[in-house]
């Protein structure tokens, strides 16, 4: 059964720095891994969308990297902004199937002004 | 991208009564779509598939006479929330996949429902 698990939990810190959340699951069978955002009482906004054959995908300040054999990824946040905070969750697909995700556990951000 | 809506956005009902929950593909056509629901502080856990033409698919766990799935058309899901009580409050999403670059499946999710049980 796939468990995904972010870390950390939490974390706040000051405007401006870079940050790394990290998402790790226990299968490395899968098909997707999608990186989310969610505001306080909102659905979800997607981030970045890796597909199993890519080791990376870059969109403005955020780059999510995918390491399928160690079963993690990450998400690295540049030059975070007190917009930044918010719930970040990431979720695998099974590599056959159809296509549920999985979701982790989530790390609520906070960037301090 | 592609969108999709649910609708209501928020329902508060009495303890005993029926609530549905639709949820639509705008601009693609879904044969598949998923329901999902999250307590507070907590992440999504997915409830079941809901699949056109044929019964949804239940996760362990989750009670099928309670939660019914109808996958009326290509573009619709329903979730009836059947008997409901003040343990079933919760946010309701729902969540299509559709094709992105290649051959990669992303999924589209909907703003979710807010159902509250009194």
């Known amino acids: 059964k796939q468990e995904v698990t972010q870390i950390p939990a939490a974390l706040s810190v000051p405007e401006g720095e870079n940050l790394v959340l990290n998402c790790s699951f226990t299968d490395s069978a899968i098909y997707n891994l999608q990186w989310f955002r969610q505001d306080p009482g909102k659905g979800l906004t997607s981030l970045l969308l890796?597909?199993?054959?890519?080791r990376e995908q870059t969109s403005g300040r955020l780059n999510a990297s995918l390491d399928k054999s160690s079963g993690r990824s990450t998400l690295y946040i540049a030059a975070s902004q007190p917009g930044d905070s918010a719930t970040y969750l990431c979720?695998?697909?099974?590599?056959?199937?159809?296509?549920?995700?999985?979701f982790g556990t989530g790390t609520r951000l906070k960037v301090l002004a | 991208g592609a969108v999709v809506s649910q609708h209501p956005s928020w329902v508060i009902c009495k303890s005993g009564t029926s609530v549905k929950i639709e949820c639509r593909s705008l601009?693609?056509?879904?044969?598949?779509m998923f329901w999902y629901r999250q307590f507070p502080k907590q992440s999504l856990m997915l409830m079941a598939t809901?699949?056109?033409?044929?019964?949804?698919?239940?996760e362990q766990g989750v009670e099928k006479d309670k939660f019914l799935i109808n996958h009326a058309s290509l573009t619709l899901s329903t979730l009836t929330v059947t008997s409901a009580h003040p343990e079933d409050s919760s946010f309701y999403i729902c969540?299509?996949?559709?094709?992105?670059?290649?051959?990669?499946?992303?999924?589209?999710f909907g703003p979710g429902t807010r159902l509250t049980v009194t």
């Open positions: 809901s699949n056109e033409g044929s019964k949804a698919t239940y």
């Open positions: 601009d693609f056509q879904a044969t598949t």
């Open positions: 890796i597909q199993s054959s890519q």
């Open positions: 969540s299509a996949p559709t094709p992105g670059s290649g051959t990669s499946y992303e999924q589209y």
């Open positions: 979720a695998v697909s099974r590599l056959s199937g159809t296509y549920k995700y999985i």
